[in-house]
Every structure is written in structure tokens, then in C-alpha cells.
């Protein structure tokens, strides 16, 4: 009886040691390992490092980071067979064959790199793959000989004509100040993951305005070129106006295109990045002089279509009160470059500088809106006052003619009114009849000061005389200053940059809030460009990636907010452009943005305490 009752449990206990060991068993067939294709390369050459996994089927695979090196290509390779486990003459495991992750790096630094473990989960349980180590070296003039011919073969392995950009212009002879547009365009007949701008275009002597919100969702369309049919889409749009005669060149735009290839021999399907830079054709432009003959006195630089208005809110008022005078032109052409008249004002009027207000109508091609100056001005003696006629000159390029516009003189009558001492203007309200016309004094008790502690030669006296100086030189100096600026507009937008930025990245934060990526990345944009104009007083027609690195190179502005400052830029261009899922985070974009402002700020900080030092 023993013997039987024992039996059952004797299988019991040996089921479940098999239920520990088989797993176990199992597991241990699995393998993840990495593997480099050369353990030493020369600087920015290419190689690779491969992720295999056998003997079981991963999910949740995650790469190391490969710190220090950059990452140019990956692929990914699944076997159709299958990889059989046996134990004892049994069948234990079936799993798919092989995966195998596969990564092309390039390392631009010199030096030994250790590439980290990486990750996957195979049964619920994660396993890591081993590390493995590369090292950077210079290269000889005979490898990058090598490297060069690799890279020519690769070329002829690739079609030239797959996929390619060109520059259209819509003018190529053109007068000082005229608007020619340039429009890029990419011609492809493969699928296209992501682009990154490398090298914008160069617009050395031209004032330049975005117009590639209007491309943004401009639908593609196909083109047949030499029998082969591309899919055609403009990616960029330019609104330029020539700033200086002659023969003018626009620079190729240049771009590094990801495309997404798979490969399949039968036997497995890979996937991998392809990155291949592609350039614009360059362009030439013959900007004409304007003509001398028959030019305005008043022609201050406005090339376009226009109209000219000048208005006044009122023309009688009393002493010391406000009129607002405005100054408006409207149409088509170089907005932004235009100067208005500037009038001329009785002598017995206070005259406050003019806020400018500047509207470009968005998606406008030509560039078209407004530009507005208004004058707070403040009679302070009355009488019968003029201001005299307007005139605002422009060439129109079409008619290739100058016009003018004059506008009516204005007279105003100012009445008396209520002053103060000071010449500032009293309410009526403010004046009142306290008790009567004869008012008894109120008997007090007489003062009486110690002998000897007289005001007159004290120190409170002679601080009291000197408090009156002191504070007028304060005064002069404020005021000069204040002249200084006004009359220095370089100087003007200096000071007020970061306010100007700061107050661009507020528009910006709210289409983050409202969830406009097109407008957010825009106004980010333009914060930052118009941030680094104003502060270092770059010229708009020599305004470009290349001339703001050099600028900031100059000023020692630190070499990591230089970059960060870059990548920001391009990041912003490429949101732009980027398919649906593909832009930044906008978030960080906008605390990035912000984040280099003030650092800039900061090292220019220090480096002013450090001179004053």
C-alpha cells in the first residue's frame, strides 16, 4: 500500500521539476548579441553595428545611444525560417529564425567609444545584448582616397535622376527693389521619410521674405520628364528684393533626403534609412539701376504699387490737449523697406516719437499690406496752425515710371485753455473756491529755534543746493541718451531685441496653447532670426545661418549655444515642410528657444565684465 500511494506523488514532484528546467532550458537557447563590423575606423568613415537575436521571438527592442557617434542608416532583417530546439530526441521549441537590427554609424570625434548593451524582452523577460567598442582614428590621404572611391561606386549604384530639387525663379532681369520670387522644387519617384535643410541658400544683397506657408499645403502633382513620371511639390518660397545693383547669385539650397528602402532576396525583408544630399541649381540675377531722369526729390526707396493717406483725428483743440497724426501707406512691393514722409511740425507743438505698426498680409505673393506711423502731438500755445501738404514717391516697375501722391495740408486751431506753471493742462475740476474771499488768520504761537543751530550754512543747506544739480545733470544725461538712441536705429533695435523676441515667443506660447503648429514654428522663428538681426545689427540681405555662426563666433558667444541655436533654426524650417507626425515637439522647440535666448544674453553679460575688469 505504501508503494501505491507513493507513486503519485513521486510523478507530482517530477512534473514540477520539469516545469522549472523546461523554461529554463528553453531560455538558455535564446541569444542577443552585438557585433561590429571593424573595431577600429577613421574619422567619419562608416560602419556598423549589429544586433542579432536566435532562438526566440523579441518585442520592445531598445537601441543604446550610442554617445559620441552619429547615426547615418539602420536597417532591419527577419528570417522566413524557423529555428528548432531538440532536447533528448524532442521537439522543446519552434521559434522564428533570426532578427537582426542593424545600424550604420559614422564617429566625427577621435578616440575609443563603447557602444552599450541593448535591450529586448523575449518571454516577458528582458535580455541584453553585450557591449562592444570602437576607435576613432585620423585618417591618411590614401584612405579617404579609398573613401572617396567607395563613395563613387555607391553614387553609380544609386540613380541620379530618382529624386532632385530645382530652383525656378520667376524674373532673372530685374530693377533695384523689385520683388522676384524663387521657388524650390523637389522631383521624386520614391517614397520620402523626412528632409533636413544642410546649407540654406545664400541671399547675399537681397532683402528676403518667407513665402512657404504658402507651400505648406499645396497638394502634389506628377510630371513626366525624359518618359519618367515624378511626383513633383514646392517645399520653399521666397519673396526677394535686390538691395544693390549688378549681377547678383543665389547660392544652391542644399538637403539631406531620408528615404525609406526595403530590401527582400526571398529569404528575409530589410529596412533601411538611405541618405542622400541632393542641390539646387544655382541662380543669376541682373538687378538694373533705377533711373535718374524724372526722379522725385521725395523718392525715398519704394518700389511697387501704393497708396498714400494722411489723416488727422481732429483739427480744433484747447492748449494741452492731444492730436493724433497718422501716416499710412497700402499696396504691393517692399513694405517693409519703405520710409514715409517725415512732416514737419510748428515750433509751439510738443511732438512725441511715432509708433510704427507694420500688417503683411499672410499668403500674399506679391508681398502686399500696410505701414503706418502715428504722431502724438501736443500744442502748447494757442493760435491758427498749418501743417503742410505730404508728398510720397515711389517707381512702379510695371509702368517703369515714378509716381507721387500728395496729401492735404492740415490747420489747426488751438484754443486757450487752463495751465499750470509748468505748461501742463489743469481740469476745471481740479479748481475749486474753498471758504471766502477773506479768511481770518488763525492765531498761532510763534517759532522758536535754538541759538545757533541756524538752516543757512548747515550741511541740510548745502545739500539742499546741491540736490537741484545733481538732479539736472541726471536729467541731461537721461535726455542725451535718450537722443543718442532715437537718433541711432541700429543702436534702438539693439536695446529692444529681447524685448521684441520675448514678446514674439508670447504669440508663439499661444498657438502652442491653441495647438497652430504652422503658425507656432513660424513665430518661433522669427523671434529668433529677428533676436540675433537686432542684437548684433546684421544686415536683412546678408541675414543667413553662415553669417549669424560667424557673428556670434566673433562676439565669443559660446560654442554650444551657437549650436543649439542652429539646430533650433533648421528644426524650426523643417517642421515647416515635415510630413504629418514627423515635426517636433513643440514644447520643447519653445523652452529650447527661450532657453538660448537668455543664455546669449548671459555670455554677453560676462564678457562685458569681463572687459570692464
Known amino acids: 500500500m505504501k508503494n501505491h500511494y507513493s507513486i503519485p506523488w513521486i510523478c507530482l514532484i517530477i512534473l514540477m521539476a520539469f516545469q522549472h528546467i523546461l523554461p529554463n532550458a528553453i531560455t538558455a537557447q535564446v541569444k542577443f548579441t552585438a557585433k561590429i563590423s571593424a573595431s577600429k575606423v577613421t574619422q567619419n568613415s562608416e560602419f556598423t553595428v549589429t544586433f542579432t537575436l536566435s532562438g526566440g521571438k523579441g518585442s520592445s527592442f531598445t537601441p543604446p545611444a550610442f554617445s559620441g557617434l552619429n547615426t547615418i542608416g539602420f536597417s532591419k532583417v527577419i528570417t522566413q525560417g524557423s529555428d528548432v530546439t531538440s532536447m533528448n530526441g524532442k521537439i522543446v521549441n519552434s521559434e522564428s529564425g533570426s532578427e537582426q537590427w542593424e545600424y550604420t554609424l559614422t564617429g ?70 523689385e520683388q522676384l520670387t524663387v521657388t524650390y522644387k523637389i522631383y521624386t519617384n520614391i517614397s520620402i521619410e523626412h528632409l533636413n535643410y544642410v546649407n540654406n541658400a545664400g541671399y547675399n544683397g537681397f532683402w528676403t521674405h518667407d513665402l512657404s506657408s504658402i507651400t505648406e499645403n499645396t497638394e502634389q502633382h506628377k510630371e513626366i520628364i525624359n518618359g519618367v513620371e515624378y511626383i513633383v511639390a514646392d517645399i520653399r518660397k521666397i519673396a526677394l528684393f535686390p538691395q544693390k545693383t549688378g549681377t547678383l547669385k543665389i547660392d544652391p539650397l542644399e538637403i539631406d533626403c531620408f528615404t525609406k528602402v526595403e530590401s527582400n532576396n526571398g529569404f528575409f525583408t530589410s529596412y533601411y534609412l538611405d541618405r542622400k544630399t541632393i542641390r539646387s541649381n544655382a541662380l543669376t540675377i541682373n538687378v538694373n539701376p533705377l533711373p535718374e531722369l524724372e526722379k522725385p526729390e521725395t523718392f525715398s526707396g519704394a518700389v511697387g504699387n501704393f497708396s498714400f493717406n494722411a489723416t488727422l483725428d481732429r483739427n480744433e483743440v484747447k492748449q494741452n490737449e492731444a ?278 544674453e548671459q555670455d554677453l553679460n560676462s564678457i562685458k565684465a569681463k572687459k570692464k575688469s
Open 323 to 600: 492730436i493724433n497724426l497718422r501716416l499710412s501707406v497700402n499696396g504691393t512691393g517692399n513694405i517693409s523697406l519703405i520710409e514715409l514722409p517725415t512732416p514737419e511740425f510748428p515750433a509751439d507743438f510738443e511732438v512725441y516719437d511715432p509708433e510704427m505698426n507694420e500688417n503683411i498680409v499672410q499668403n500674399s505673393n506679391p508681398v502686399s499690406g500696410s505701414r503706418t506711423y502715428d504722431y502724438l502731438i501736443m500744442p502748447r500755445n494757442p493760435g491758427t496752425f498749418t501743417i503742410k501738404p505730404f508728398t510720397f514717391s515711389y517707381y512702379d516697375p510695371k509702368q517703369r515710371a515714378y509716381k507721387s501722391i500728395s496729401s492735404e495740408g492740415f490747420t489747426i486751431k488751438v484754443g486757450k485753455g487752463i495751465a499750470s506753471q509748468s505748461g501742463k493742462p489743469v481740469n476745471q475740476e481740479e479748481v475749486e473756491l474753498i471758504g471766502n474771499d477773506i479768511r481770518f488768520m488763525a492765531p498761532q504761537s510763534l517759532p522758536l529755534t535754538v541759538i545757533g543751530s541756524n538752516f543757512y550754512n548747515s550741511l541740510w543747506f548745502y545739500i539742499s543746493l546741491l540736490i537741484p544739480a545733481l538732479l539736472f545733470i541726471a536729467f541731461v544725461i537721461i535726455w542725451r541718451r535718450r537722443i543718442r538712441i532715437n537718433s541711432n536705429v541700429a543702436l534702438r533695435k539693439h536695446l529692444r531685441a529681447t524685448a521684441v523676441a520675448n514678446k514674439r515667443l508670447t504669440t508663439a506660447k499661444k498657438h502652442l496653447q491653441q495647438e497652430q503648429s504652422s503658425e507656432f514654428f513660424v513665430e518661433v522663428s522669427r523671434a529668433l532670426w529677428g533676436y540675433v538681426c537686432d542684437k548684433f545689427s546684421i544686415p536683412l540681405s546678408e541675414l543667413s545661418i553662415n553669417s549669424v555662426d560667424e557673428k556670434l563666433l566673433h562676439v565669443k558667444v559660446k560654442a554650444e549655444v551657437r549650436d543649439r541655436l542652429v539646430n533650433t533654426l533648421n528644426q524650426c524650417e523643417f517642421a515647416r515642410f515635415a510630413p504629418a507626425g514627423q515635426a517636433p515637439d513643440m514644447q520643447a522647440l519653445y523652452n529650447e528657444a527661450s532657453s538660448i535666448i537668455m543664455d546669449i
Open 108 to 177: 566625427s570625434k577621435l578616440g575609443t567609444f563603447t557602444i552599450g548593451s541593448a535591450k529586448i524582452k523575449v518571454k516577458n523577460k528582458w535580455v541584453s545584448s553585450n557591449n562592444v567598442k570602437v576607435e576613432i582614428v585620423k585618417g591618411n590621404s590614401k584612405t579617404k582616397q579609398a573613401q572617396n572611391k567607395n563613395q563613387q561606386v555607391n553614387s553609380e549604384k544609386k540613380s541620379s535622376d530618382d529624386i532632385h530639387i530645382k530652383a525656378i525663379i520667376d524674373k532673372t532681369n530685374v530693377s533695384l527693389g
